[in-house]
């Protein structure tokens, strides 16, 4: 009912081109994540869904509606769009209370006084700030407020929310936490969710289907995120889902080897001869005293349940994970300066060309 | 099709916003902008065509070029004594050790609040060659007849504008004392430079741009700046710019050869005023690096040691000499029996109070003043709200227009913008206003736009975008979201708009004086007139009156900006 379907969308800021040809249809239901570097253009796109922005050229449905066509100059204003936004810095307004923001959106609506009270303390008891209705806003910590702009977007029950980067401005742990309350609250309401972000943990945790940009507002790849995860159409692809190793290597009958050296990194290369970028997860090197290339200990960070090394294997540097307990039972514990050897657990297998811009 | 536009907020090439960036303009236009283009037209054309001989042939003529030179002899001195001043006083309070800080710093700043015309007539009654109270007992003290001090003179004008005009200096470098990060000095210090190179190299070069700054605003007030030389200078035949466009037009009853020696004098004040102010933004710009926050820290304080009573006894002194003594003396003089009489209780009376309450004249002048400044206040900040709404928050083509027109009255003196009225209100476009309220009332709306541009705006600025946008989400129309969530947050700036220009308004002489009617007489004027005419005694009355009004003014919004502060919209 609530789909959102955006088709061959065109924004421009004076002479550049910010959003070209943009089509995706986002399905009712679903939590839908616009990942990309800052500057990809997602943010003006969920703008332009939100009807704050106005597209040049093309289309936007939500539900069977049409909300804006640059070709007709035709702009729903956003107060009819029965939609919900959450803001990155929040936007809670602070003259009123928190229980004034959440009414707010009923408010309007003119819903009965009754009704009003009874939907804005359920808004304010699902996201936990039960006995805060009065506080205002400067009363609050960062983590309360956004609970706020979510209960507030909420509680009118749009078809459709939006939000544009909501956790920024928290800290680690509050970030975590209310990821799988933003989670929660979309099944219990069963709303169409927008989510744009450029942190991909995140994307990962919340999302039925992820979109990631490239800088240049390109599209990717959409899948749900174990799809990204473990079938990366490219190198950059892998490198947003999380830190990655790249390493250049030549093939030579079936075997990969350290680009410009006689070393084996990969025993089993089925490709045609010629140059390969190999990627790996630091937590698929394994590190040894005997099997493998050689490689240089450059760092070393105890980080409780495992180390984390950053080695140098030729040229490129490889960060390497490996679990506290082996390390200690096995006796792989290096010092920096000190020389080991490494193998790759799992790997992919990018075109060396393409992977040039992630290799540094 | 067209009613949808209307309704959307961010259209580019149709809609609601347009109309209203139109009206905007349209009003800045009609207000501002033709009356300074109408003196700039009138000053270099005769009967329609370009003449510049005949503007160099007034400027060549005695009366005017002397008038152009005692500005410019004004403007330094003031200039120069006020920022030596203003340094001291601000260095004293900001980063010295000197006891009750705090009283002193507000003490500094009260003068700024008093009508410097005001001022001068105490002045005049104190210190005027035969008559001056304390002249008179200088003579009978030492039994001779020479006055200890002639405020008839240039040095008088320029002590007795300082007085009002150092403030500007004094506020501006204590703000940059306060804000710079004391590191920049402890690091210096800690290297082992002693105190005085300190302040030599490091504190003074990084406040220089505030200096400067402040300087160049007492330069432009300085040189536009009517009501101590009209009371000072005048009886002496000493002319400045706005005193003597006041007296071509006033003695000629306003003819065009009179208004035309105007133009071109007013042309001259604009030019030298958008000087001043961009040579200030230049220096504000250069100076932005020395500002850096570090609020929280102490700055070290240089200990006064024994010389720490005899500096703060010094600054009561000061404060005395400049505050207390002239209300005072208004007061004293506006309750004596006949101007001249010694201060003593057999000579006072209540009479010249009550004669005031019930003299035509000056209630007219209360009740116009009262009218001009509340009326002239409400509409230029409601006005002035819509148009820094347009500035900060619309996305439309032009805007940059209402940017230039809304800061153009800042380089325009009140003189000047009565000139380009009386030319743009006498019947030239159809209206003729003259020898109305009204003329005086678009007046003081143009002379004060830009306060209540600058007041909004900052207050707009605070308003993010998205709480408005977070309300259109919600549900709210464009007009909902400016009533419910815009208007609210910046209620705040617009009472400070409000206030900003009623105060000043109250006290307005410089523009009104050049635009009075028979029965439009402000507060200012009556108690100019009033001097004028001998009549010393009632113009202190009715000066007693104003300061009370001013004095209680000031109180209330003080409490009113402050309580807003204090409350939940603050957060």
Redesign the interface.
Known sequence: MAQIVLKNIWKSYGKKDVVKDFSMTINDGECFTFLGPSGCGKTVILRMI?????PDRGEIYIGDRLVASGEK???????A?D???V???Y?????KTVFQNVA??LH??KVHKEELKQRTNTAVAQVGLKNYEKR????LSGGQQQRV?LA??LV?RPSVL?LDEPLNNLDANLREEMRFEIKVLQREYGVTVLYVTHDQDVALAISDRILVFDKNGSIRQVGKPEELYDNPKDSYIYKFMGVSNFVPADIRGGKAYLKGTKEVVCEDASFADGAMTMASRPSDVLLSRQDGVLAKVMRVAYLGNNFDYRLSLGDVEVRAQMDTHEALAQRLIFEPGEECRISFGKMKWFDAEQAKEEVL | MARLNLQSSSGKKFGGAEIVLALSIAVLVVIVAVPVFMILYNAFTVDGRLNIGDVVSIIREPDTYMALRNSLIIALGVTGLGTFLGVLFSYLVARTDLPLKSLMKLLFIVPFMLPSFIGAIAWKVLLSPRGGYINKMFMDLFNTTKPLFNIYSVAGIIVVETMYLFPFVFMQVSAALERMDPTLEESARISGVPLGTIMRKITFPLIMPSIVAGALLIALYSLAHFGVPAILGTEIGFYNIPTLIYRKIHSSGGSFASIRTGTVLATILIASAALILYLQKLVLKSGRYSIIAGKSMRPMLMKLRKSKMPILILCFIYIFITVILPTVTIMLVGSLKTYGLPFELKNMTLRNFQYIINWRMTRQAVSNSLFLSLGAAFVTMLAGTIISYVIVKMKVKGKFILEFLGVLPFSVPGTVIALGVILTWSGKFGINLYNTTWIIFVAYIARYMAFSIKSNSAALEQVHDSLEEAARSCGATHWQSMKDIVLPLIRPGMVAAFFLILLPALRELTTSVLLYGPRTRTIGVAIYALNEDGETVLACALATFALLIIVFGEIVIRRILSAKEGGPSGG
Do not use: M, N, T
């Not at chain 1, 100059?73 to 107060?79: G, N, R």
């Open positions: 939100a009807g704050f922005e106005r100059h035709y702009s729903l204003p956003p107060e769009r939609i919900g936004v803001f990155q810095d936007a809670v307004w602070p003259h707010y959106p309007i609506k205002y806003p400067y009363q702009a507030r977007a009118p939006l």
